[in-house]
């Protein structure tokens, strides 16, 4: 299985940046890297798409997804939608430059409406066929990720899952991140019975054994894959009986614990490849 690096998980280290983030990655033996999305928008305030495309073309680095498209449902007028499109529209040929072919599409938090689950399927599946029809001649795939956090308008694998299936589009599939999935108590066993093609994405991480629900599980209780209460035997077991393709998508780690950020970028990336790839050979092999 091959090993992504996400730029979230140094997002914050003192020497953090563009560059410094992938000679590191690429240092370390990782085989792609997740975009994220303030890190590129600073790139290329002073440097081109076509730059960071030339440096990939020289180096065994590629990039893996973009992290991500934030918010993307649930908006209320049709301007808000518009500026998602418009937002896709400006990315796509950046993606298409750099050879960058998934989206990870984030779901919006905090709104006013005490929507039902339905209603929130609905206008998801409406925006996400919308976004679909804009990559599909770029040859990019979106991966929707809940995320685990009662505040979100999609925040369980259950959810996302009916979500991509009733769009049922080949370029439209779903991330699993492991503290999303711990976090909101996602069960293992609609992972084992899914379609595992449907899995477009996956995020190594751990968490602290903290009360499911409790709004302290928050991001900055994220560990290293492999030293927390992730329930990582079960998912990983699901993923096999589910068909899920270790061979063409990679695991990618995510972090955004504050100690963690206090390491330099080398530090911190060297630790990440070294717990993503002890996880992989005793979970994912």
Not at 112 to 122: G, L, P, R, T
Not at 161 to 172: A, C, F, G, P
Not at 193 to 207: A, Q, R, Y
């Amino acid at each position: 299985m091959k090993l992504c690096f996400n730029q979230g998980s140094c997002d914050h280290c003192p020497d953090h940046s563009m560059m410094a983030d992938l000679e590191a990655a690429e240092k370390y033996g990782f085989d792609y890297i997740d975009l994220r999305f303030d890190v590129l928008d600073e790139y290329l305030k002073d440097h081109t798409a076509e730059e960071l495309a030339d440096w990939f073309k020289n180096h065994h680095l590629k990039p893996s997804s973009y992290s991500g498209l934030l918010f993307f449902n649930w908006k209320k007028t049709e301007e808000e939608k518009q500026k998602v499109f418009d937002e896709v529209k400006r990315l796509l040929p950046v993606f298409d430059t750099i050879d960058l072919r998934t989206i990870a599409v984030i779901p919006s938090f905090g709104i006013e409406e005490h929507a039902s689950v339905k209603e929130i399927k609905d206008d998801a599946v409406y925006m996400l066929n919308q976004i679909a029809d804009l990559c599909e001649p770029y040859g990019i795939s979106l991966a929707l990720e809940f995320i685990g956090s009662g505040n979100f308008t999609i925040n369980r694998f259950d959810t996302a899952y009916d979500i991509v299936t009733t769009v049922n589009r080949d370029n439209v599939g779903i991330a699993i991140d492991l503290f999303h999935f711990h976090a909101m108590a996602s069960d293992v066993n609609d992972v084992a019975k899914c379609d595992g093609k449907k899995i477009i994405n996956l995020h190594l991480n751990d968490v602290e054994d903290l009360p499911i629900g409790a709004p302290y599980l928050d991001d900055s209780k994220r560990l290293w894959p492999g030293e927390g209460a992730v329930n990582k035997q079960g998912l990983a077991d699901a993923l096999k009986a589910c068909g899920f393709d270790t061979e063409a998508i990679p695991a990618a780690i995510e972090v955004f614990r504050p100690e963690y950020y206090e390491l330099s970028v080398d530090e911190n990336v060297k630790t990440a490849y070294e717990t993503t790839k002890a996880f992989v050979e005793k979970y994912l092999a």
